[in-house]
């Protein structure tokens, strides 16, 4: 059995864990709590655990979980971060024998109809992703080193491209409010490598291609819009779609938020499942929405705040046999 008081068992956890003695004072924090509360885990060692509690009555509250025989629970409190921000969390406050006190921390999701970004309910999950990528980019590498055939150094480099990509996502999620990679973007190569990484998956969709090849570039981050993209197909395939179809246009006078763009790009992302069924249109693109039992229900919710993060829009329509996906982004300048 793990022992509470040593912090090996809690070092990988996504969730947040701390240990304060008896005067509650901070022992140590594991990862998990010190990105949640941008602290560094040394330099909280030591100080009172009002850096968490910071209320009095729930300082108070502290004092008694360590005479209490049971956990005390503290539900959907708000928890400041030194980034100046703040989260909603529940905080389980367990006393051990040792007289120290146990805290676990669970960050909780924004509300449906919150507007806080969907990136911080993220970073957890982050955080479990960038150990197995290590792992699954090491495995390429000596694949690459080791296989003679073109065809599968090939694939073994699209590995190790990908896993870079999306660690690189999982830090910038992590160091929340990093700046985005931003610069022209050639929507089109997002679309054909996106198409690469469809076409080495065993069970992989057809694909068909309707560019207008005189769009130009827009501005934005590659690897995000690439994500965009990616979770826009992989919601179409695990919803049964057997062929995708990337459409690309220029678009004049859209409505992008409360702008309206003289002239956008869109991007199509157009399957031939079973459509979007009528109870989730209208709360699709919530975070936790999901019309599968095993989704997560977190694609769709971060593509709309990856469209949003630059400039643009993310809407479909659906119906049977035919699911529009439409990405729209803003070309040159945006007018009120």
């Given at each position: 059995?793990?022992?509470?008081?040593?912090?090996?068992?809690?070092?990988?956890?996504?969730?947040?864990?701390?240990?304060?003695?008896?005067?509650?004072?901070?022992?140590?924090?594991?990862?998990?709590?010190?990105?949640?509360?941008?602290?560094?885990?040394?330099?909280?060692?030591?100080?009172?655990?009002?850096?968490?509690?910071?209320?009095?009555?729930?300082?108070?509250?502290?004092?008694?979980?360590l005479l209490e025989p049971s956990p005390l629970q503290l539900r959907g409190i708000e928890v400041p971060s030194m980034r100046g921000d703040a989260g909603r969390m529940d905080v389980s406050m367990q006393p051990l024998s040792s007289g120290e006190l146990l805290l676990?921390?669970?960050?909780?999701?924004?509300?449906?109809?919150?507007?806080?970004?969907?990136?911080?309910?993220?970073?957890?999950?982050?955080?479990?992703?960038?150990?197995?990528?290590?792992?699954?980019?090491?495995?390429?590498?000596?694949?690459?080193?080791?296989?003679?055939?073109?065809?599968?150094?090939?694939?073994?480099?699209?590995?190790?491209?990908?896993?870079?990509?999306?660690?690189?996502?999982?830090?910038?999620?992590?160091?929340?409010?990093?700046?985005?990679?931003?610069?022209?973007?050639?929507?089109?190569?997002?679309?054909?490598?996106?198409?690469?990484?469809?076409?080495?998956?065993?069970?992989?969709?057809?694909?068909?291609h309707d560019y207008d090849p005189s769009l130009p570039d827009v501005y934005g981050d590659a690897d995000r819009l690439l994500q965009l993209l990616l979770n826009?197909?992989?919601?179409?395939?695990?919803?049964?779609?057997?062929?995708?179809?990337?459409?690309?246009?220029?678009?004049?006078?859209?409505?992008?938020?409360?702008?309206?763009?003289?002239?956008?790009?869109?991007?199509?992302?157009?399957?031939?499942?079973?459509?979007?069924?009528?109870?989730?249109?209208?709360?699709?693109?919530?975070?936790?929405?999901?019309?599968?039992?095993?989704?997560?229900?977190?694609?769709?919710?971060?593509?709309?705040?990856?469209?949003?993060?630059?400039?643009?829009?993310?809407?479909?329509?659906?119906?049977?046999?035919?699911?529009?996906?439409?990405?729209?982004?803003?070309?040159?300048?945006?007018?009120?």
């Open positions: 059995m793990n022992d509470p008081t040593s912090r090996s068992w809690a070092e990988p956890l996504a969730t947040g864990v701390a240990l304060a003695d008896a005067q509650l004072r901070l022992l140590w924090v594991n990862p998990a709590l010190a990105e949640l509360l941008a602290i560094g885990p040394r330099s909280a060692v030591g100080q009172s655990l009002a850096v968490l509690l910071h209320r009095p009555e729930w300082m108070a509250l502290a004092e008694r979980a676990e921390v669970h960050a909780l999701a924004p509300p449906a109809s919150s507007d806080a970004p969907l990136s911080a309910t993220l970073r957890g999950f982050a955080h479990e992703v960038k150990n197995p990528l290590a792992g699954l980019r090491g495995a390429a590498q000596l694949l690459h080193r080791r296989v003679d055939d073109e065809d599968l150094r090939s694939l073994a480099g699209l590995v190790i491209a990908e896993a870079d990509r999306l660690a690189a996502l999982a830090n910038r999620l992590l160091r929340h409010g990093a700046p985005a990679q931003l610069g022209p973007v050639n929507i089109h190569e997002r679309l054909e490598r996106l198409g690469d990484l469809l076409l080495a998956e065993p069970s992989a969709p057809a694909l068909r826009l197909v992989r919601n179409a395939i695990e919803a049964g779609a057997q062929t995708i179809v990337f459409r690309t246009r220029a678009e004049p006078a859209v409505r992008l938020g409360e702008r309206m763009a003289r002239m956008s790009l869109r991007v199509d992302v157009i399957d031939d499942g079973p459509g979007v069924p009528p109870s989730l249109r209208d709360t699709l693109f919530e975070p936790l929405v999901s019309g599968r039992a095993d989704g997560s229900g977190l694609g769709l919710a971060l593509a709309r705040e990856i469209a949003r993060e630059h400039g643009g829009e993310l809407r479909y329509v659906s119906r049977v046999g035919e699911t529009v996906f439409s990405l729209y982004l803003p070309m040159g300048h945006a007018h009120d």
